[in-house]
């Protein structure tokens, strides 16, 4: 593009902004096309037949000079410092335009949330797509007037153009041109959109309709990263500040106004308040995007104290506070994951204006399949089980010397380091619950190998005796080239997005040219790279850094091109990741959460969460990163059904604790449902109404909900059992099928009992329902806490019910006469029916002995594995083959090794 030949929009609005009539430029554009300095001379020259006069009064005015040429993209004032004297009105810029032409602040004070569930559910009824209700839509502009219909026509024309020229889109999705809407009244708006289906671009188009900058906050320094990069390419300059910049000079130049849209994180933004105000005069902000904001709140799922103090924006970029402006610097907050809990915070905590416009559309993502998968997510065995496809999917016609982990399409070493981890030196991974009350007995699974086991441990263990410190503080690992910094051995978890979680070398980012720029933004395949783009890419998510390495070792070894992502990993590895990945030069990243937010790749296919994730927020956050280009693709949880999930560690105060639980607790929910839609459930879980019954797609749409039970008898039994147990007194006595049974007084510091008293006394009391193991009584009581019969009785919410408390409805039940009472069984459930075992649990074991039922099956199934395991020994198989490996595993070189020779020794 010849400097000085500018898209017919932009010229417009540098025009207008240089203070000529609006009809002049309209002629001028006309006449000459859109070539800045043929329209100058056209408008200066008097070409224009009227308002001669006023034309020249604004050259002299402004003293424009017709040889002066703006590179696109650099900001017009920055050039001619005294041509903006004030701040002017995107509305000037139309001058047909109204103001009122479309009024879609859903109530005339407060937030009104309230309508937002309207609105979605108007949205969802009539199509699946996302996009704002056209209902809405063509409601709304009934009352606009013939004039305003007329301007927004013209905006319309301008966005269209913008839009095609930098984008390349043919148009405006409906929730974008509402955003637009919104900034354009200069109005407050928070913009509640699906993961993938473009909110960026509605902070992105304010910066190319006005010659002022867009401010971004953002939450990562990878995030701002990539938009940045995609911006050059689009032709426009962008930069980000903060502690991932190197170059101190961008701060400088973004201060100055240079580029046209400018990133930060909050903590950067509080930093550069009296800069940014001198901004805000000349050349003006345009507006303040607070991107990813769920983060403002306690109640969402990446809470980050800094964000909640960005409410300074509103309290110092407005009218009564800086005298120069006409009008409060908008902001437009947007996020993928926010409940209406979360919306109301973010509208409270960032002080947003009383007239704030909720734009929201369906947050259905309708082309993702959900599924939930039982697995215990912790040994080879189960990788084995669970990676069998996917790795099938990869290496399937690959040849032999392609498989493994040592070439990459360039011809690299793939040196992802898999062999050392700090994660390997903790043990207290997960509980924050005790493990007492909370864990479930397995039923169904077979107990893992102890040579599976220690085998992976073996792979994952690092031992502190491999380490040798480095005088400059680094540590080399088993002399090989991985070097990790002192903090590397520290934590197990990420328990949010880092900020500067990549190094950058530049944060700087003009216009590229189209080669150059689709080349950074990994658009196009790398030629002759063995890899199939109909597939996709895969993210595994797990829950600790230690699982990274793991699960991405054991990828590589079986041949696919896996790579490790977390945190602590070191940065240039990281930034390696994230380029090899944006380059279709992996196959899958194994990452923690902080391979999260903003990840903008449209051609993931599956996203595998394996391992409980915190929250749903956090799931659907990470589940977004799969089918952003439209095209189905596979969102699959991999968990361990037969325990309830714990929470992880993390700095939370008593409060945030309560709602991590509750978050968790939906998320068990999610998982252990076996009979609603699953995009159901996420959509509603974010307030809003799903019209149709079910997605089509989803485990449960595909393969239907499992036969219903009639679960009267055993409600009946759980209920009064509770109803005694709660009488707190030995005297209280209920009569149930004929039997006489007692509350106990044993129950510790609570007046409630806890659901593992209550399972033990109708075990004891009801030997027809032994066979029934705590897990499926676990189940039970989830179903009575969602039919109301009973509730949480501790104050504590925990994940899954730990001191049933009847309710009235429960109690209006046990007096009823109903004769059924018909239910899906839960995932537990029907996992505990599998493979039923009564006494699996140990702490049960000397309870059951009083019945003679229960002691004659025990005495039954110990005779049974007597008999199998004199059998075994006969054979002499099974240790024998087992004794040379563990013999191996004895390498005095580490800790471990050193430890299993000493304890042979001792045997000896
Ligand atoms: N009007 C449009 N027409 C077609 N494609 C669009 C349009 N607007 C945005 N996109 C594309 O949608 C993709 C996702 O955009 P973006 O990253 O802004 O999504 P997002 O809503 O911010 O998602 P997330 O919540 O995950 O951050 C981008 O690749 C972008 O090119
Ligand atoms: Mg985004």
Known sequence: MVENDVSADLLFSELIDMGFDFDKVIEAIEAVGPCRDDALEFILNGSCDSNKDQNWQVSDQFTCSTSQAYPLGKSLTSTQPHQRLKQSSIKEHLPKYSGTRRNISYGDSGNSLSQTKRLRSANLCGQKVIDIDPGLESGTSQLCSFESREAEMDWDKEVGSVLQNHFGFSSLKGFQKEALDAWFAHKDCLVLAATGSGKSLCFQIPALLTQKLVVVISPLISLMHDQCLKLAKHGISACFLGSGQPDSGV??????????????????????????????????????????????????????????????????????????????????????????????????????????????????????????????????????????????????????????????????????????????????????????????????????????????????????????????????????????????????????????????????????????????????????????????????????????????????????????????????????????????????????????????????????????????????????????????????????????????????????????YKMLSDCFRYAMNTATCRAKILVEYFGEEFGPDCCDLCDICVNGPPKMQNLKEVADIFMRVLKAECGNTVSEAISYDGTIFHGSNSRRHRDQPNIRMVISRIREKFPKFAANDQLWWRGLARKLEDLGYIKEGDKFPYVSIRYPKLTITGSKFLASKLEDLYVYPGADMLLSAKTPKPYSSFSEWGRGWADPEIRRQRLESRRGETKKRRLESRRGETKKRKMPARKQRQDVSTVRGRLAAKLSKCRK
């Open 251 to 660: 701060e400088r130049k973004a201060m100055n106004g240079k580029y046209k849209i400018v990133y930060a994180c909050p903590e950067t933004i509080l930093r550069l308040m009296d800069p940014l105000k001198r901004l805000a005069e000349n050349p003006g902000i345009a507006l303040f995007a607070i991107d990813e904001v769920h983060c403002v709140s306690k109640w969402g799922h990446d809470f980050r104290p800094d964000y909640r103090h960005l409410f300074v924006l509103r309290e110092n970029f407005n009218t009564s506070n800086l005298k120069f402006l006409k009008f409060d610097v908008p902001l437009m907050a947007l996020t993928a994951t926010a409940t209406i809990p979360v919306q109301e915070d973010v509208i409270k905590s960032l002080h947003m204006s009383k007239e704030t416009n909720i734009v929201s559309t369906s947050l259905l993502r309708p082309n993702l399949r959900f599924t939930v998968t039982h697995s215990r997510t912790t040994s080879i065995s189960s990788y084995e089980k669970d990676f069998r496809e996917l790795i099938e999917t990869y290496t399937a016609g690959r040849v032999p010397c392609q498989r493994g982990l040592n070439n990459n399409n360039h011809g690299e070493n793939f040196d992802y380091s898999f062999e050392s981890t700090d994660d390997c030196l903790s043990n207290d991974e997960e509980s924050c619950e005790s493990d007492d009350e909370e864990s479930c007995e397995s039923s169904d699974e077979e107990p893992e190998s102890s040579d599976e086991e220690s085998k992976l441990c073996d792979s994952k263990l690092f031992d502190v005796s491999d380490i040798d410190e480095n005088s400059d503080n680094t540590y080399s690992v088993n002399g090989g080239s991985a070097v990790f910094p002192e903090d590397y051995l520290e934590d197990v978890l990420d328990f949010q997005h880092a900020i500067d979680d990549l190094d950058v070398l530049c944060g700087e980012f003009v216009e590229l040219p189209p080669a150059e720029s689709s080349r950074l933004c990994g658009e196009s395949k790398p030629s002759g790279l063995p890899y199939s783009l109909e597939q996709g890419p895969t993210i595994i998510y797990v829950p600790t850094r230690r699982e990274t390495l793991a699960v991405a070792e054991y990828l590589c070894r079986s041949g696919v091109r896996a790579a490790a992502y977390h945190a602590k990993l070191p940065k240039a590895q990281l930034r390696r990741v994230h380029h090899d990945f944006h380059h279709n030069a992996l196959e899958v990243v194994v990452a923690t959460i902080a391979f999260g937010m903003g990840i903008d790749k449209s051609n993931v296919r599956r996203i595998i969460h394996y391992g409980w994730p915190q929250s749903l927020e956090a799931y659907y956050q990470e589940a977004g990163r799969a089918g952003r280009d439209g095209i189905l693709s596979d969102c699959t949880l991999y968990a361990n059904l037969l325990r309830v999930p714990t929470l992880l560690p993390s700095q939370r105060s008593e409060e945030q604790t309560k709602q991590a």
